[in-house]
């Protein structure tokens, strides 16, 4: 049972463009909401994490959005490149130190 | 800073042999690692929660006496597949985790490809 869930499960967005991937949670006891970025064949690497505590989070084009009343945290990829084009996975920090993490969204950049 | 190794990157083996994977934290200490298993195009499954100088925590379903992890130091751990089978196939991935504060990071390493005949 995933207990984050995230959409869409792939996207396709214009080199320039804004890629945005959507995830939700039920578990409140969730603190630390981080990003990971997957090429094929490697391991995730972090991209960006938020605390609950806080609403957004900008580095460079990347920027957590954080809902907590709705229990929902969005990615938005500005100015999307080709070398963006990769899976991209939510995840939740459960009270065990554990990581939830969403399905994953495979983002392909057009040139 | 955060780096995460694993060794090898990519073992083929035969059926019934034994598989070692080393999962190392280069510039940092962790007292707690994890190993996970990939399937191509899924998320990532967590297999177990390795604490150093203790025994392991298996996630249901995982068996410990076919995925043997030992976290030997603060910077080492290992997971052995014994007698491994065609199904046990798959991308295996570790991550170390640092704490800053009230935050837990995982960091991951490479992954290792692991093939059985």
């Known amino acids: 049972q995933q207990q984050v869930k995230q959409s869409p499960q792939s996207l396709i967005v214009q080199k320039g463009g804004i890629s945005i991937i959507n995830c939700a949670y039920e578990?409140?006891?969730?603190?630390?909401f981080p990003w990971y970025q997957q090429f094929p064949g490697k391991g995730p690497a972090l991209l960006i994490a938020i605390r609950p505590d806080v609403s957004e989070k900008k580095e460079g084009r990347f920027t957590i959005s954080f809902n907590k009343s709705a229990k929902q945290f969005s990615l938005h990829i500005m100015d999307s490149q080709p070398g963006d084009s990769a899976t991209y996975f939510c995840a939740a920090t459960d009270s065990w130190g554990k990581l939830q993490f969403g399905a994953g969204t495979q983002v392909v950049v057009t040139p | 800073g955060a780096v995460v190794s694993q060794h090898p990157s990519r073992v083929i083996c035969k059926s019934g042999t034994s598989v070692k994977i080393e999962c190392r934290s280069l510039d940092f200490q962790a007292t707690t690692m994890f190993w996970y298993r990939q399937f191509p195009k899924k998320s990532l499954m967590l297999m177990a929660t390795?604490?150093?100088?203790?025994?392991?925590?298996?996630e249901q379903g995982v068996e410990k006496d076919k995925f043997l992890i030992n976290h030997a130091s603060l910077t080492l751990s290992t997971l052995t597949v014994t007698s491994a089978h065609p199904e046990d196939s798959s991308f295996y991935i570790c991550?170390?985790?640092?704490?800053?504060?009230?935050?837990?990071?995982?960091?991951f390493g490479p992954g290792t490809r692991l093939t059985v005949l």
């Open positions: 991550s170390a985790s640092v704490r800053s504060g009230r935050t837990d990071t995982q960091y």
């Open positions: 390795s604490n150093e100088g203790s025994k392991a925590t298996y």
């Open positions: 578990n409140t006891a969730f603190d630390y």
